[in-house]
């Protein structure tokens, strides 16, 4: 079946660092699945932070990027400069989008502290 | 626009015990999921509606699990005899055939079987 895999399950760094959240992926039923960021935030319900369907193209919102690399199967979220109120859990996923709707697989979560 | 809203946000049974789960999506979306997301892991999908059919319940625990959507809006989300092992939050999702596969979730039922 299709899986996705954060390897940090907690990564905490300082107000204007910058910040690298790994996330790689296995779709066994199609080629080129469509991926997500989700995000929670303290308090609040899972949301959708970017998502990007075609390979090779970058997804940003809120000043995360993320690049679908099909060479690696990889979709790694990237901020340059973090801010206190980036912290939350952060969720990558993944749908093969076969048929007329598909589920999510998602990763085990990476929770981001960043520190004042 | 409403978000989708989940009944009741917390539950506590005892083993054995039964629990139902309520969910409205977002008016005009045609599809629902239902994820269970264990303490410290990613949701994971228990069963989907596209209107009042099922998609894919294969990840469903038939045996305690069951899960309705009659009218194709509304949903409900039934554990016969609680586990321990139930204990999670079940998050509810709904999306657009066509919207790009962007669900939107609702706040989630926090579930605790002593």
């Known amino acids: 079946g299709d899986s996705v895999t954060q390897t940090e399950g907690q990564v905490t760094v300082s107000e204007s660092k910058s910040l690298i959240i790994n996330c790689t992926y296995s779709?066994?039923?199609?080629?080129?699945?469509?991926l997500f960021w989700y995000v929670r935030y303290p308090g609040e319900g899972l949301q959708l932070l970017l998502k990007?369907?075609?390979?090779?193209q970058k997804g940003s919102s809120r000043g995360f990027e993320a690049t679908y690399n099909k060479e690696t199967t990889s979709f790694h979220l990237q901020k340059a400069s973090v801010q206190e109120s980036d912290s939350a859990v952060y969720y990558c996923a993944l749908s093969d989008h076969v048929g007329f709707a598909s589920a999510l697989t998602f990763g085990s979560g990476t929770k981001v502290i960043v520190l004042p | 626009e409403a978000g989708v809203t989940q009944s009741p946000r917390y539950a506590v049974l005892q083993e054995g015990q039964a629990v139902s789960f309520w969910c409205d999506p977002i008016s005009g979306h045609d599809t629902l999921y239902w994820y269970q997301q264990p303490r410290d892991q990613g949701p994971q999908l228990l069963v989907y509606?596209?209107?009042?059919?099922?998609?894919?319940n294969s990840q469903l625990p038939s045996d305690r699990f069951s899960a309705v959507r009659p009218k194709g809006t509304n949903s409900t989300l039934k554990i016969q005899s609680a586990k321990q092992g139930d204990t999670a939050t079940y998050l509810c999702?709904?999306?657009?055939?066509?919207?790009?596969?962007?669900?939107?979730f609702g706040p989630g039922t926090r579930l605790l079987v002593l």
């Open positions: 999702a709904s999306s657009l055939t066509g919207g790009g596969d962007t669900q939107y």
């Open positions: 779709a066994t039923s199609i080629a080129y699945p469509n």
């Open positions: 990007v369907i075609t390979a090779g």
């Open positions: 509606f596209r209107d009042e059919a099922v998609i894919d």
